[in-house]
């Protein structure tokens, strides 16, 4: 079993920035892929950012430019740097690690003025 902590949600006025971390109770140093994704009320979980071990990324076309993720394997985290918010970047952002299939909590993300 692993558990995923993700952290750094909160308010932000449209145009600010976060960052996001899900750290992991085990390595990940060996680990497929992780990714961030969210899910906003009524509507589906969608994924926003990927990154596999070797280091490529893959991106939801509405965050290609301003997100950015990472991964620290010394650190067992992966990040997810958000430039630019949107109202519509509002959102549970959640973690995930395949093989496996496991996820965090989630954290809460909210863009407003």
């Known amino acids: 079993q692993v558990q995923l902590v993700e952290s750094g949600g909160g308010l932000v006025q449209p145009g600010g920035s976060l960052r996001l971390s899900c750290k992991s109770s085990r390595s990940i140093s060996g680990i497929i892929v992780m990714g961030w994704y969210r899910q906003a009320p009524g509507k589906q979980r969608d994924l926003v950012a990927s990154?596999?071990?070797?280091?490529?990324?893959n991106y939801a076309d509405s965050v290609k430019g301003r997100f950015t993720i990472s991964r620290d394997a010394a650190k067992k985290t992966a990040y997810l740097q958000m430039n630019s918010l949107k109202s519509e970047d509002t959102a549970v952002y959640y973690c995930?690690?395949?093989?496996?299939?496991?996820w965090g909590q989630g954290t809460q993300v909210t863009v407003s003025s």
């Open positions: 990154i596999t071990s070797g280091g490529s990324t």
């Open positions: 995930n690690l395949r093989p496996g299939n496991f």
